[in-house]
Structures are given as C-alpha cells and as structure tokens.
C-alpha cells in the first residue's frame, strides 16, 4: 500500500482514504445525487422531518410516474426510507446514510496559502 503522506504534495484532505467496502457503500449514494432532480428532491426531503410525494411532484415540471422513478433511484441508493400511507408515500432521510456522506464531505478548513509561498 502506498503511503499518501510520504507522497503527498500538500496537506491530505480526507483523514483516511476509504477502504473497498467503505467505497462500496457510499458511491450508489454520490451517483443517485450526481442528477439535479434527484439533488433537488433529496434537499426537499432533508427539510423536513418527512414529506408526502404529493407535495414534492408539483415541484417539478415532470410527471408523477418520472418523479417516482428518481425517488425509487434514491431509496435504492439508501438515501430515503418510505411509507405508503393509503394512496400516499412519504419519504424521510436515511440519518446514517447522511453521516455517512458528511463525513466524507467534511473537509477542514487549511490556511490559505499566501502567493509566491
């Protein structure tokens, strides 16, 4: 394995780089969030503590049938759970799976550096 310390140009950014299994797990996540309307979605449902898919579809210019395709992407990233409540789903976050991503996306603020340094 190498050792990213000896060859590191500048301070890492990450405390660790991720294992396999780590990687395994969260990059379904990245990739469901790489589609703005999923990103859009997934911010309207991370606003609240849960939200029925009948106030997020008028959001969108797009029918019902595609919206629920982008939240069946999300769920299946492990990014939402769901409960159908009569004709309604409602979706809330995955809390771990956002701790998963923060961590992750959690860079120390470094120094700046001054110009000509």
Not at 76 to 104: C, H, I, N, P
Request: net charge negative; charged share 20%; aromatic share 6%.
């Amino acid at each position: 394995m190498v050792d990213l310390q000896a060859v590191a140009c500048c301070p890492p950014i990450a405390v660790s780089p991720l294992d396999p299994a780590q990687a395994e797990v969260v990059a379904p996540m990245f990739k469901a969030l790489g589609d703005p309307v999923r990103l859009r979605l997934m911010s309207m449902i991370a606003s609240v503590p849960e939200i029925c898919v009948c106030d997020l579809t008028p959001a969108f210019d797009l029918s019902g049938p595609t919206i629920s395709h982008h939240l069946k992407v999300l769920r299946e990233a492990g990014l939402v759970d769901s409960e159908r409540r009569g004709t309604w789903v409602w979706y809330r976050v995955k809390a771990e799976a956002f701790r998963q991503l923060g961590l992750l996306l959690d860079i120390p603020a470094r120094p700046a550096v001054e110009a000509g340094a």
